[in-house]
T-cell receptor, first 115, second 115 residues
């Protein structure tokens, strides 16, 4: 069965600094991977996805993530943080082995952006 | 984002009440999901419906009763809930075909408080 681990439940960066949110996955077959963002009192919004094409995936709001099979990682980055990036971020994996439709989510990382 | 709508957005109910949460997706998808999001816990998948058939029930107590009358609508009927059921309930949808990437689109959620 697949699983997702997000290292760091809280990350704080200064405005303009690099954002790095870590995600490691466990899957018996090459997975599909996703990053979602959740703003307060809202649902989850898809940021980007990896579906076995290019390993460097670009998403919305200037975010990107790189799939590294050797490290079983899919870390999310943004070169320069903006105050509006403050939110909770979730990494998720789909189970391509069983074809199970539902995603497995990590426990989330709350990003704070300091002025 | 109005692809998936949920009503009501907020609900306060007593433990003896009966209420229903409604979800509607306007994306032409054929799979729908209920998730529970509690403070400091990962998203918990509750139910999955594919082409109106329930394909997954993750040991959810019977006080939660889902209904999927068609591929655009999903309900969650609630009765005799407990205070620990207070949470944000999220609905999601996806398109299940052989070529899709299993990404899910989320509604804004219903914030439920059980008193």
């Amino acid at each position: 069965a697949q699983s997702v681990t997000q290292l760091g439940s809280h990350v704080s960066v200064s405005e303009g600094a690099l954002v790095l949110l870590r995600c490691n996955y466990s899957s018996s077959v090459p997975p599909y991977l996703f990053w979602y963002v959740q703003y307060p009192n809202q649902g989850l919004q898809l940021l980007l996805k990896y579906t076995s094409a290019a390993t460097l995936v670009k998403g919305i709001n200037g975010f990107e993530a790189e799939f590294k099979k050797s490290e079983t990682s899919f870390h999310l980055t943004k070169p320069s943080a903006h105050m509006s990036d403050a939110a909770e971020y979730f990494c998720a994996v789909s189970d391509m082995d069983t074809g199970r439709r539902a995603l497995t989510f990590g426990s989330g990382t709350r990003l704070q952006v300091q002025p | 984002e109005t692809g998936v709508t949920q009503t009501p957005r907020h609900l306060v109910m007593g433990m003896t009440n009966k209420k229903s949460l409604k979800c509607e997706q306007h994306l032409g998808h054929n799979a729908m999901y209920w998730y529970k999001q509690s403070a400091k816990k990962p998203l918990e998948l509750m139910f999955v419906y594919n082409f109106k058939e329930q394909t997954e029930n993750n040991s959810v107590p019977s006080r939660f009763s889902p209904e999927c009358p068609n591929s655009s609508h999903l309900f969650l009927h609630l009765h005799t809930l407990q205070p620990e059921d207070s949470a944000l309930y999220l609905c999601a949808s996806s398109q299940e075909t052989g070529l899709n990437s299993y990404e899910q689109y989320f509604g804004p959620g219903t914030r439920l408080t059980v008193t």
